[in-house]
């Protein structure tokens, strides 16, 4: 189950709604070989129907409630615009948060230390991040790339 909330909520859908409507097929064709009643039937579809919409605004909601908060949008997009990062990793690089970052109260001056994983074709690395928030804006005060006990700065360049 957890596999497939953590599935983009088009596929989710999608696969909830196929398996509902094979479902809905095995009915229907029970229903003409006995001679049951269009309308018994029509209500059964009707049912499957609220059934898809049900899974598919509670799949969006899910997908909402989980988005990426402010400060993880700009780790990913500081290590994936970082010329160092390119260099020793290669392009495209992957970012990998292995926990939520806290959001805070938006008034709230504060700093805090990150760890991301970030890989890319040339290998991957540990990036330690310093985040600060002062004004309500994020921002990147250090950061060191770790790949393979060699220890880069980030934060010179950009």
Do not use: C
């Not at 095995?26 to 003409?32: E, T």
């Not at 760890?115 to 074709?121: E, K, L, Q, V």
């Amino acid at each position: 189950m957890k596999r497939f909330l953590n599935l983009p909520p088009w596929q989710s859908v999608g696969i909830f709604a196929a398996l509902v409507f094979g479902i809905y097929l095995v009915i229907a064709v029970i229903y003409q070989a006995r001679g049951e009643s269009q309308s018994s039937l029509a209500g059964v579809a009707g049912i499957a129907a609220w059934a898809v919409l049900i899974v598919a605004l509670a799949a969006y909601l899910n997908a909402w409630r989980r988005r990426p908060n402010a400060a993880e949008r700009l780790v990913a997009r500081y290590l994936t615009e970082n010329r160092v990062v390119a260099d020793w990793l290669g392009q495209p690089v992957k970012v990998e948060l292995p926990e939520r970052i806290g959001k805070g109260a938006s008034n709230d001056a504060i700093q805090m230390p990150v760890i991301a994983r970030a890989s890319g074709p040339l290998g991957g690395g540990d990036v330690h991040l310093t985040l600060a928030r002062v004004s309500g804006a994020w921002e990147v005060l250090h950061a060191e790339l770790d790949r393979d006990g060699k220890v880069v700065s980030l934060s010179a360049e950009k």
